[in-house]
């Protein structure tokens, strides 16, 4: 491959196959534990048995094969808990720290600040806004974690982001400061909107503040199967930018020199970043820290570069909001912790001691 | 590579920059541009020519239209009227890579972005060459390293940019420049903020590019430089050109007096005249 010459040349190479594979290693781990913990602990060679048996047994299914009949019935109450309660639950965790990861990573390179985070154009409002006044007009529409709610956050999300983008462009440009005062201003008239059917809905209003604060309790296989090719378009939106996201880091002015087309580029990543944020909204509400947090301790430990930093930040997200999700559900057993509440408690304390070690160094 | 003879005075421009740009091929061409912002006009028909292998120096008072010309140039603010070719093709018919192939800009004020290593930036010059999906070839290594050693930023190569001089870094920037391998090297004031040796060895670096065969074209603030510096000069006042022609035509006292509207003294000298302003 390219890297492996390009090492041999001696300029400054950092290699991304490396921590990637130990970053995934990590994940996988990380994901075997998740799923054993529970009321109900399962070993990890057990979980992983467990998970074996599910891939096979849709992979029977899709071919149309009888499914295999197991005999042992502990076994089979295992099988259940892990592949049809446990891991659709984490590999939502995953896939939804894995986008808003992403999207906080490109969100921090288009706009050149490590503050930004994927709600900064009113993503979260906007899918805010939309779920709750489905949820006010009740019904099978509205329930808590339906279907309903979860297609009203992300055509919310998506069209305030639009809506924003539709603002502040001038011309065939998209100013990076207006886009941002844009995205505040209607962020927060969405949130006094949502505040104002929170107020207006008394009954409704503890599911819509669960919804508010992020669960990943209603997660399930089809779900996640819904998920997965929006992050997956979006992951490749943000790789294949990736490069441009570099040079982008000069200046707009030094990247157009080099051949970078700077308003297509903003844009494209604008609408990857809100692609996937909309996507792990509209499934799990809105988790707020991981985009933030995620992206810039993975800047801190593996440098800049968004080659490296895109899939690193996909995996890392990814391991996080597993973790949290785990602490989630596990904390308070039988209830539940809001699992945007986990994230902020954990991931702040953690960013504030990666910044100060990073100044201290 | 022609490696130039001493370290302690600039090789003398015009003795073998201009033979070598009379028979080199014109790399830029300015017709009649015309060119501002919204509603202000701030070029009012620009005519310039730059030769591979010359260095063609760009002076006036501030607001006289400089950075707005390196604007233009570059693509970045479109053209009025009148008409620009890079490297023998209209402007208009250069996308931004192709452009960015031919031409390259040492931006004024250039930021380099925290956390990136030395050798990571040069590599950004390779920008236009590098297709989607695809890492760098051979040969762009090869530009690299070439660029690096030009500047002498090689042995910088693993060096957080965060770490570097002020010298250096303008160093790192010129390096990127040349790792595009331009016919046109546009150098927005390289040498704002610098001490007398890294200016000198900044410039050093440009007749060297100049010596390669590219076409220079350096805005300078700093007369004196510039008159050391360049085989022509184009004086620039309020967006037209009040004069061009070799240094000593440019730098004559009524002439920068009416442009820069303040008394000059101009003292000759063997290596090139030297304009002090009456204080």
């Known amino acids: ?361 | 590579m022609t490696r130039l003879a001493g370290s302690g005075a600039m090789a003398a421009p015009g003795s073998s920059g201009a033979l070598l740009a009379a028979a080199a091929p014109e790399v830029l061409r300015l017709e009649g541009v015309h060119a501002g912002y919204g509603a202000r006009p701030v070029l009012h028909g620009i005519d310039l020519q730059l030769r591979g292998g010359e260095v063609l120096g760009v002076i006036g008072p501030n607001g006289a239209g400089k950075s707005t010309l390196v604007h233009v140039i570059s693509k970045v603010l479109a053209v009025r009227s009148g008409s620009v070719w890079v490297d023998g093709a209209p402007l208009g018919s250069l996308g931004r890579r192709a452009l960015a192939r031919r031409l390259a800009v040492m931006p004024q004020a250039a930021t380099l972005p925290e956390g990136f290593l030395v050798g990571e930036v040069v590599r950004m010059g390779r920008t236009p060459f590098v297709r989607a999906w695809r890492g760098p070839s051979a040969e762009d290594e090869a530009e690299v390293e070439r660029a690096m050693r030009q500047t002498g930023v090689w042995g910088l190569a693993e060096r957080p940019v965060e770490q570097l001089s002020g010298g250096e870094r303008q160093r790192v920037v010129l390096a990127r420049a040349l790792a595009q391998r331009p016919r046109v090297l546009v150098l927005d004031e390289p040498t704002s903020h610098l001490d007398l040796r890294y200016q000198a060895e900044l410039l050093r670096a440009a007749r060297q590019a100049a010596a390669d065969g590219v076409g220079v074209l350096l805005v300078l603030h700093d007369l004196n430089l510039a008159a050391r510096a360049c085989d022509r000069m184009l004086l620039l006042t309020d967006g037209r050109v009040v004069a061009a022609g070799t240094v000593r035509q440019v730098l004559v006292r009524s002439r920068l007096e009416r442009a820069y509207r303040t008394e000059v003294d101009v003292f000759d000298s063997p290596r090139g005249p030297t304009v002090v302003p009456r204080v």
């Open chain 1, 1 to 361: 491959m390219s890297v492996a010459r390009v090492a041999t040349v001696g300029v400054a190479v950092r290699r991304l196959t490396r921590p990637l594979a130990l970053s995934t290693l990590a994940l996988a781990l990380v994901v075997v534990l998740a799923a054993g913990i529970g009321s109900v602990r399962i070993g990890p060679a057990d979980v992983t048995a467990a998970t074996v048996r599910g891939i096979e047994a849709s992979v029977r299914a899709a071919l149309g094969l009888a499914p295999l009949v197991h005999v042992d019935a502990s076994q089979r109450v295992i099988d259940t808990i892990v592949w049809q309660i446990r891991l659709p639950r984490v590999a939502l965790a995953a896939l939804v720290g894995a986008a808003l990861a992403l999207a906080g990573a490109g969100f921090q390179g288009v706009f050149r600040n490590p503050l930004a985070d994927p709600y900064l154009l009113g993503a979260a409002s906007g899918a805010g806004f939309a779920a709750a006044l489905v949820m006010v007009a009740g019904g099978t529409l509205g329930a808590l974690g339906g279907l309903g709610v979860s297609a009203a956050a992300f055509v919310g999300a998506t069209l305030t982001v639009l809506a924003v983008v539709a603002l502040a462009r001038r011309g065939w440009t998209l100013p990076v400061v207006p886009l941002v005062l844009a995205g505040v201003v209607i962020g927060s008239c969405l949130a006094a909107g949502t505040s104002f059917v929170l107020l207006a809905s008394r009954e409704q209003a503890a599911g819509i503040l669960t919804w508010l604060l992020g669960s990943l309790a209603f997660a399930s296989w089809d779900r996640v199967g819904s998920l997965l090719p929006l992050v997956l378009v979006a992951g490749a939106g943000m790789l294949a930018a990736a490069r441009a996201l570099d040079v982008l880091q000069l200046g707009e002015l030094a990247a157009a020199h080099l051949g970078v087309s700077v308003e297509a580029l903003k844009l494209g990543v604008v609408l990857a970043g809100t692609l996937a944020t909309a996507a792990a909204v509209s499934v799990a509400g809105v988790i707020g820290f991981v985009g933030l947090v995620v992206p810039h301790a993975v800047r801190l430990a593996f440098g800049p570069d968004h080659r490296r930093l895109v899939p690193l930040a996909a995996v890392w997200g990814a391991l996080f909001m597993v973790l949290a999700d785990l602490v989630a559900r596990t904390v308070i057993a039988p209830a539940e912790l809001p699992v945007g509440v986990v994230t902020a408690l954990v991931g702040a304390p953690f960013f504030l001691v990666l910044l100060r070690r990073r100044s201290g160094a």
